[in-house]
């Protein structure tokens, strides 16, 4: 993998979660590393994930250069929230896409910063195979997040939101989140490729290279 890693980037570009410190989680809790050569302990429990993440490795560089792809059996299909009409659901309902799940809040200024991008990557790969599903977790005013989404004409994005943040406790339990913005890519089977800690130009042609040979287009 090339390029500049997690710890590389501006403390600015990657804001922690206030009040949650509790699940920032050492590196060496993966286990064993997600690349450089390191021993994968995927299982057989997430095939199409795992084969995605091989051809995913290659391409993290550039704007995705601090891509990490999955290196064993994570499934978060049980990951959930609310969906555009108010109503729980779960990455499980999914099932069969490809989805960039991102977490995200208006008081997150990097997160504020790559919405944008999501919108037009969902104009541009959005179909019955890939979504960008960004998640919102504000817990007050809980007016604001539309508001801003439509301020910035991110209209392609369906309005999903966690306005309780109980997803940060799921997904420690998976050991999945530091800070915000975090970006996981997720196959059609539910379980892990990767993810992104901190923001990326997600409609670069780099991103956009990425996700396409994970669905092998």
């Given at each position: ?6 710890n ?6 990657f804001?922690?979660?206030?009040g949650?410190a ?6 060496g ?19 199409l ?24 059996d994570?499934p ?11 109503a ?5 309902a ?8 991102n ?12 919405m ?13 195979d ?16 539309k508001?801003?989404?439509?301020e910035i ?5 369906s ?7 109980d997803?940060?406790?799921q ?26 800690e ?8 780099d ?11």
């Amino acid at each position: 993998m090339t390029g500049t890693t997690p710890n590389q980037r501006p403390a600015q570009k990657f804001a922690l979660i206030g009040g949650v410190a509790a699940i920032v989680l050492a590196i060496g809790l993966y286990g064993i590393a997600r690349s450089g050569g390191k021993t994968s302990q995927f299982a057989g429990a997430c095939p199409l994930s795992q084969a995605a993440a091989a051809k995913a490795g290659p391409l993290a560089h550039g704007e995705v250069a601090a891509f990490n792809t999955a290196n064993r059996d994570t499934p978060l299909s049980d990951i959930a929230f609310k969906g555009p009409d108010g109503a729980p659901t779960t990455v499980a309902a999914f099932k069969g896409k490809t989805v960039l799940l991102n977490l995200w809040a208006t008081w997150c200024i990097p997160c504020r910063e790559e919405m944008p991008a999501l919108a037009k990557l969902q104009t541009a790969l959005g179909s019955k195979d890939f979504s960008v599903v960004a998640v919102n977790i504000d817990t007050a005013r809980l007016d604001r997040p539309k508001a801003f989404l439509k301020e910035i004409n991110a209209t392609a994005l369906s309005f999903y939101a966690d306005p309780t943040a109980d997803i940060l406790q799921q997904l420690k339990r998976s050991e999945k989140i530091q800070g915000l913005p975090t970006t996981i890519l997720i196959g059609p089977d539910g379980c892990e490729i990767g993810m992104m800690e901190g923001p990326a130009v997600w409609d670069s042609p780099d991103a956009q290279s990425l996700i396409k040979q994970v669905q092998g287009t």
